[in-house]
C-alpha cells in the first residue's frame, strides 16, 4: 500500500451509476506490476457466458491500466479455460493461477463451466480494484450456498414496495425491448455471485403469470442468462381463480392441479431455465391453502410437483402471523416446525433472518437449525423499510452476518434471499452507501462466513478509492453504523417502534391499530413500572422454542445479552445492569450513543472531502445531515415517552428533549414512501433537516 500514498488518485465526477465497477485509472507504480500480466485475453469457447467474461476482462483492464489487450497467446497473457473438471470445486466455483508456461508468465482462470469463468473474472479484476498482487497467484473459491437471490418486491405498475430508490427497473412498456440498464443490473450481480432474481412483489398480482407478461419475462431471462441469472416469479396462490377461471385454488383439487402444470408448462417453453415460484400464503391478507383447511405443506407441494419434472425450485416464505393470539414471534415456528420432514424435496422454505419483521436487531429465527429435514433459505431485507429507509447510513453486512453466525444458522442453509433496494435512482439504491449492502448480501451469499469488516473494506476500495487515509475511516464508519441505529431507535432488545404502515419515524405512544402486533407498546409492553416483553415461561415463552442451551442463556437475566435483555424480559425501569447502572439511564446513555455515533460520522466525511468526487460526497453529506436531524428525533421522541411512564430524570449530563411529548406525537408523515399521494392537511407539524424545527410553511 505504500505505493499509494506517494500518488493520491485525483476525484473525478462520478454518480455512482457504476457501482462498484468502476474501474478507474489505478496509479502509475501499480500499472507498472500488474501491465506485464494483462497483456491479453485468451479463449477458445464463444459462448455468450463466455465473451461477457472477456467483455468483463476487457473493460476493466482497459480501464484501469489504459491499454487494449490482445486476444494472442503471450507472455502477459490470461487464459480462460472452461470445462476443465476441477476436483472437488462445484459448477460456480473458480480457480485462478499464475504459471509459465513455454517461458511465458500467464495468468490461468479455469473453472468446471463458463460462469465459473465469469465469476472468476469478476474476482481477478477485483484484485486489481483493490490494489492486490497479481503476478503470484493461487487461489480457488466456490460458493457455499447454491442458490443466491435477489427478491425484488415490484409491482406491475412501476412502484416498488418499501423500495426507496425510485421506481422498478422493469418497464413493462418497453418490454419485451432490453434496456442496456438490464445488462448493467446483470453485471453487477454476476460480479458478486448472484444466481437467480424474483422480478415481482411477494404480495403477488396474478397477471404476471398471463401469456402478455411472460414473453417479457422471456425476454429477461434471455438477456441475463449468459450471466447465470435465472429469473423467478412470485406466484399468487389464487392465480388458478384469478386468470384460470377456476371456481377454487384448493391444492387438493385436481383441476387446481392441473392448471398449475399447465402453467408452468408454458412457462418453461419460453423459458427453460426458468427457477420457480416464490409464494408468500396465509399471510398479511395474501390467499394460501390455509383458505381450503389445507397446510402450507400442502400447499408448497403442489406447486412443487408442477415445477419438479422441469428441475424448478419452490420457495415458500415463513412470514406468517395473524391466526393466533399468541405473541407474534412464535406464530411462524409454530405452524412450520411441526411440517418438517412434510415438504417435497425441491422446496425451500424461505426464513426471514429474525422472528419478527427485519427489525434493526433480532435474535436469530429459531427455525434456523430445526427443521432438519426441509431446506432452508435465510431472507434478509436489503431495502431498509426499519432502519431509517434510503436516508440513514446503515451497512447491513455486520447484521447479517450475526444471524449467520448464530444458531448453526449456515449448516442448515440452502440458499439466501434478499429484498432488494434497487430502483431506477440514477445510482440504483437512492443512497450511496446502500450499494454496500446489495455487495455484502452478494458477498455472504457465496460465503456466510466472511467477516463483514473484509467485504466493507473490498467495497470502499472498489467504490470510493484505495487510499488508506480514505479506506480506514469509512470502513469504521460502516461498522459502527447499524449499531448505532439499533441504539437510536430500538435499543436494549426493544423492536417495533416506527410509525404506522409506512414504518418511517419514532411512534412508541401507538397502540390503538386493530391488530394487536401492529402495535408498538405490543413490543414494548412499557409502563410505569418497567418495560420489555416477558418472553420467559412467566410470559409468553417464546424463548422455548431456542434449542436447550440458546434458551438458557436467553432465559437467564444474568446470561441474556444486554443487546436482547427487553426482546425476551420485562424489567423494572430501576433494574441493575450489567454496568452498574439502572435500565432507565442505560436506554438514555445508549439513545445518546447512537446520536453521537452519527455526529461522529457527519464529521468524519466532512473531513473526506477532497478526496472524494464531489457529487457523491455532496449527496452523502447531505444524507448524514438528515440522518443527524431524524436520529435525534428518534432518541428526543422516545425518551420524551418512556419518561412519562417513568417519570424518572434523565441521568446527569444528558439533555432532555426540547419538546413536549404531544409536539413528536403531533408529527404526520403521508409523504413518505408508502404512500401514493400526498395527504399532508396545510397546517400539519413536520419535522425539518435542521433537527427539532417546524418545517417552514
Ligand atoms: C411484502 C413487512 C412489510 C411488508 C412486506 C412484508 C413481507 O410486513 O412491511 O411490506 O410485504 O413484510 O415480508 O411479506
Known amino acids: 500500500m505504500a505505493l499509494l500514498a506517494a500518488t493520491p488518485t485525483a476525484a473525478v465526477a462520478e454518480d455512482g451509476y457504476e457501482l462498484w465497477l468502476r474501474y478507474r485509472s489505478v496509479e502509475a507504480p501499480w500499472r507498472a506490476r500488474y501491465a506485464p500480466h494483462a497483456t491479453a485475453i485468451v479463449t477458445r469457447s464463444a459462448s455468450p457466458t463466455m465473451r461477457a467474461a472477456q467483455a468483463e476482462l476487457r473493460r476493466g483492464i482497459v480501464g484501469m491500466l489504459g491499454a487494449e489487450p490482445s486476444n494472442q497467446l503471450q507472455s502477459g497473457a490470461i487464459i480462460l479455460r472452461s470445462r476443465v473438471r476441477i476436483g472437488g470445486l462445484g459448477k460456480d466455483a473458480y480457480r485462478i493461477r499464475s504459471a509459465v508456461v513455454s517461458g511465458k508468465p500467464l495468468t490461468i482462470i479455469a473453472a468446471n463451466s463458463d460462469i465459473g469463468i465469469l465469476y472468476g473474472s ?37 412502484t416498488i414496495e418499501r423500495g426507496y430508490a425510485g421506481h422498478s427497473l422493469w418497464n413493462w412498456a418497453e418490454l419485451p425491448q432490453i434496456h442496456p440498464r438490464l445488462i448493467d443490473y446483470a453485471r453487477a450481480n454476476a460480479s458478486i455471485g448472484i444466481n437467480g432474481v424474483v422480478l415481482n412483489n411477494v404480495n403477488a398480482n396474478a397477471q404476471i403469470l398471463t401469456p402478455a407478461y411472460l414473453r417479457k419475462v422471456a425476454a429477461i431471462a434471455d438477456a441475463w442468462r449468459p450471466y447465470g441469472i435465472r429469473v423467478y416469479l412470485s406466484a399468487r396462490f389464487s392465480a388458478p381463480i384469478e386468470i384460470g377461471g377456476l371456481g377454487t385454488a384448493d391444492p387438493l383439487d385436481p383441476r387446481v392441479q392441473k392448471w398449475w402444470r399447465g402453467k408452468v408448462d408454458e412457462i418453461y417453453q419460453l423459458i427453460p431455465d426458468f427457477g420457480g415460484f416464490l409464494v408468500k400464503a396465509n399471510s398479511e391478507g395474501q390467499p394460501g391453502p390455509q383458505t381450503y383447511r389445507r397446510t402450507h405443506a400442502d400447499g408448497a407441494n403442489m406447486l412443487a410437483d408442477a415445477l419438479a419434472p422441469h428441475r424448478g425450485m419452490l420457495f415458500w416464505r415463513a412470514f406468517v402471523y395473524g391466526g393466533s393470539d399468541d405473541d407474534r414471534v412464535k406464530q411462524a415456528f409454530d405452524q412450520f416446525r411441526p411440517l418438517d420432514g412434510q415438504f417435497r424435496r425441491n422446496v425451500v422454505l424461505q426464513v426471514k433472518n429474525g422472528p419478527l419483521d427485519f427489525q434493526p436487531r433480532e435474535p436469530v429465527h429459531p427455525l434456523f437449525g430445526q427443521m432438519p429435514r426441509t431446506r432452508l433459505a435465510m431472507e434478509v431485507q436489503i431495502t431498509t423499510e426499519y432502519l431509517g429507509q434510503s436516508t440513514h447510513l446503515a451497512y447491513l453486512g455486520t447484521m447479517w452476518s450475526e444471524a449467520l453466525c448464530s444458531a448453526a444458522a449456515p ?19 437512492g443512497s450511496h452507501f446502500d450499494q454496500a449492502s446489495w455487495f455484502a448480501f452478494g458477498r455472504l451469499g457465496w460465503d456466510p462466513t466472511a467477516e463483514p469488516r473484509a467485504i466493507a473494506e473490498e467495497w470502499t476500495r472498489m467504490t470510493w478509492g484505495n487510499n488508506p487515509r480514505l479506506v480506514r475511516p469509512i470502513v469504521a464508519m460502516m461498522m459502527r453504523s447499524r449499531e448505532a441505529v439499533v441504539d437510536y431507535m430500538t435499543p436494549l432488545g426493544l423492536a417495533h417502534q416506527m410509525g404506522t404502515d409506512h414504518h418511517y419515524g419514532p411512534a412508541p405512544w401507538v397502540c390503538d391499530l386493530p391488530q394487536p402486533s401492529w402495535n408498538p407498546c405490543y413490543y414494548s409492553r412499557a409502563d410505569a413500572q418497567g418495560i420489555g416483553f416477558d418472553r420467559t415461561r412467566s410470559g409468553s415463552n417464546a424463548v422455548a422454542q431456542y434449542t436447550l442451551d440458546v434458551a438458557r442463556r436467553f432465559a437467564d437475566l444474568n446470561s441474556v445479552p444486554d443487546e436482547y435483555l427487553l426482546w425476551f424480559h420485562h424489567v423494572p425501569w430501576a433494574y441493575r445492569m450489567r454496568s452498574g447502572r439502572t435500565l432507565w439511564d442505560e436506554l438514555v446513555i445508549r439513545y445518546d450513543r447512537g446520536v453521537s455515533d452519527v455526529e461522529s460520522m457527519n464529521r468524519v466525511w466532512a473531513s473526506l472531502a477532497p478526496m472524494i468526487d464531489a457529487q457523491r460526497h455532496a449527496d452523502t453529506a447531505a444524507r448524514l445531515k438528515q440522518q443527524l436531524a431524524e436520529a435525534r428525533w428518534w432518541r428526543n421522541a422516545s425518551i420524551a415517552y418512556w419518561q412519562s411512564l417513568s417519570k424518572l430524570p434523565l441521568p446527569a449530563g444528558h439533555k432532555p428533549p426540547p419538546h413536549t411529548l404531544g409536539w413528536y406525537q403531533a408529527l404526520r408523515f403521508e409523504t413518505v414512501p408508502g404512500f401514493l399521494s400526498p395527504r399532508i392537511p396545510p397546517g400539519w407539524p413536520c419535522l425539518s433537516a435542521q433537527g427539532d424545527l417546524p418545517c417552514a410553511p
Open 411 to 429: 449448516d442448515s442453509l440452502l440458499a439466501m434471499a434478499g429484498v432488494a433496494n434497487t430502483g431506477n435512482d440514477r445510482n440504483w439504491t
Open 122 to 158: 469478476f474476482a481477478f479484476l477485483r484484485l486489481l480494484q483493490t490494489r492486490q498482487p497479481i503476478d503470484r497467484l493461487d487461489l480457488s473459491s466456490r460458493p457455499k450456498l447454491p442458490l443466491r437471490l435477489l427478491n425484488h418486491w415490484d409491482n406491475l405498475d412501476g
